[in-house]
């Protein structure tokens, strides 16, 4: 059974860090492009990162530039997502994706495994 589980949400306050690990197991995502998303109350679901198979490919939204940085394990079938920085509006719950056709996207309908996700709540 495929799953892809996230870890290290919490509260922070505004000016802190977060690390989110996603650890994906049932089969081997060493290939899969893997990505971060979230989604806040009232809010649609949307694209925070998103890494290559082999790690050589960063996206990020614009929001998030310059504060996250997405990478991969070394057996990469985990993923992190670093979140320093962090601002009230990073407050959401942060999913992990799993892609299995090459090549990155900021798109959550071309993703086909996810997390049950993890909250994340940063304080002014």
């Known amino acids: 059974q495929v799953q892809l589980v996230e870890s290290g949400g919490g509260l922070v306050q505004a000016g802190g860090s977060l690390r989110l690990s996603c650890a994906a197991s049932g089969r081997s995502f060493s290939s899969y492009s893997m990505a971060w998303f979230r989604q806040a109350p009232g809010k649609e679901r949307e694209f925070v990162a998103a890494?290559?198979?082999?790690?050589?490919?960063?996206n990020y939204a614009d929001s998030v530039k310059g504060r996250f940085t997405i990478s991969r394990g070394n057996a990469r079938n985990t993923v992190y997502l670093q979140m320093n920085s962090l601002k009230p509006e990073d407050t959401a719950v942060y999913y992990c994706?799993?892609?299995?056709?090459?090549?990155?996207?900021?798109?959550?309908?071309?993703?086909?495994?996810w997390g049950q996700g993890t909250q994340v709540t940063v304080s002014s």
């Open positions: 890494i290559s198979w082999s790690g050589g490919t960063l």
């Open positions: 994706a799993a892609k299995v056709q090459l090549g990155s996207s900021s798109l959550h309908t071309r993703y086909d495994y």
